[in-house]
C-alpha cells in the first residue's frame, strides 16, 4: 500500500461551514468587528483557510483574462460536461477516459492545503481530490517514463484570453515522475466539498502545494508519460523569470520582486505580510531535490 501523506492541516483547521457563515454576517453586518476577524485568524496562527469567497474571486486563469477578478466574471461559459482526458504516451493504457470512468474506484481525500503564487500572494485551501498517484498507477505508467505533461482545455469561442492570445495556449505544465508520485500531489475536484467552480480549474486540476501556484494546471484534458522533459506556459513565456521545478523558495528572488514574504489573501488591510516557508511549509519534498542546486534548478 502506497504510503499516504498526514495533514498538518486537519480538518478540524476548518471553520465549519455554520459557524464561518455567521462570522461572516457577523462581519458584515456590523461596524468597528473586524478586529473580530484579525483575532479569529490569529488564533488560528494563519491556518485558518481561507473563505470560498475569497477562493473563488480571486483567480488566475489566463484563458478568461490577466485581471484577478476575469475568470469569475468568466468562466462560467467553460463547457465542463461531457469531460473526456487523453492519457497517452509511456503508459500501458492509453485512451480517451470519460472522466468519471477515469476517476472511478479511486478515493477522493480532503487536503488543506497553503497555496501559494509566484506573486507573493497565498491562500489556505480546502481541497477535495485525488491522489495523482492513484490515477497514474491505474493507467499504468511503463518504465521509460520520467515526466508527466499535463495540458489544459481550449476553448477558444469561451475564451476571452485566448481570443485575446494573451499566453500561447495551451496553457501546459509538467513534473518529473517522482514529484507527480509523491503523495502531496493531488488532482482536485472539489473545494470545501463543494465541485470545484470553473474560475478554480474544473472539472479537474492539478495542485502541487509546494510549488509556485502556475505549476497546478487547471481544466485538464491531456495527461502525458513521456521520456523528456516537457515545455511548459510560463517557461515559454519568459525562461528567464520562470523554471520548469519552480519550488517555492524564500531564499531565491524573482528577478523582479523579493520572494522572501507573502501576502495572505483576506488577511486584510492592515495584516502584515506572512514569511514564505521552504517548499511552502512541505519539507518531506526536500529529498526529491538531494544533490539539486535549487538555486540553478529553480
Ligand atoms: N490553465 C491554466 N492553469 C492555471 C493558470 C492559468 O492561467 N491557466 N494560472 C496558474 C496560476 S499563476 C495560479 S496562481 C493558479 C491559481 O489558482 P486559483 O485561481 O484556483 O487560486 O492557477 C494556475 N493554473
Ligand atoms: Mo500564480
Known amino acids: ?22 462570522r461572516r454576517q457577523i462581519l458584515a453586518g456590523t461596524v468597528g468587528l473586524g478586529a473580530i476577524g484579525l483575532a479569529g485568524r490569529a488564533s488560528a496562527q494563519g491556518l485558518e ?66 497555496f501559494r503564487c509566484v506573486e507573493a500572494w497565498s491562500m489556505v ?13 491505474k493507467v499504468g505508467v511503463q518504465s521509460g517514463a520520467r515526466y508527466v505533461a499535463f495540458e489544459t482545455v481550449v476553448q477558444p469561442e469561451n475564451m476571452i484570453g485566448v481570443q485575446r492570445r494573451v ?24 473545494i470545501y466539498d463543494e465541485p470545484i467552480y470553473n474560475q478554480n480549474g474544473a ?23 513521456q521520456e523528456d522533459e516537457p515545455p511548459t506556459s510560463w517557461n515559454k513565456a519568459n525562461p528567464r523569470e520562470y523554471g520548469f521545478y519552480s519550488n517555492v523558495n524564500p531564499n531565491v528572488d524573482h528577478p523582479r520582486w523579493s520572494q522572501a514574504t507573502e501576502r495572505r489573501i483576506g488577511g486584510g488591510l492592515f495584516a502584515a505580510r506572512q514569511d514564505t516557508l521552504m517548499f511552502n511549509g512541505y519539507p518531506e519534498v526536500a529529498s526529491l531535490y538531494e544533490g539539486m542546486d535549487l538555486t540553478r534548478f529553480y
Open 203 to 225: 472539472p479537474i486540476r492539478l495542485v502541487v502545494p509546494w510549488k509556485y501556484g502556475f505549476k497546478s494546471i487547471k481544466s485538464i484534458v491531456r495527461i502525458t508519460l
Open 125 to 137: 485551501i480546502p481541497w477535495n481530490g485525488i491522489e495523482l498517484a492513484d490515477i497514474l498507477n
Open 1 to 22: 500500500m502506497a504510503y499516504r501523506w498526514k495533514n498538518d492541516l486537519t480538518m478540524a483547521d476548518v471553520t465549519p461551514k455554520a459557524a464561518y457563515l455567521n
Open 167 to 190: 499566453l500561447d495556449f495551451p496553457y501546459v505544465e509538467g513534473l518529473r515522475i517522482d514529484e507527480a508520485m509523491h503523495p502531496l500531489t493531488i488532482m482536485a475536484t472539489g
Open 49 to 114: 483557510p481561507n473563505t470560498l469567497e475569497e477562493i473563488t474571486s480571486y483567480n488566475n486563469f489566463y484563458e478568461f483574462g490577466t485581471g484577478k477578478g476575469d475568470p469569475a466574471a468568466n468562466a462560467h461559459k467553460l463547457v465542463t460536461s461531457p469531460w473526456s482526458i487523453k492519457v497517452d504516451g509511456m503508459v500501458d493504457r492509453p485512451g480517451d477516459y470519460a472522466l468519471d470512468d477515469l476517476l472511478a474506484g479511486l478515493s477522493v481525500e480532503d487536503r488543506l492545503y497553503r
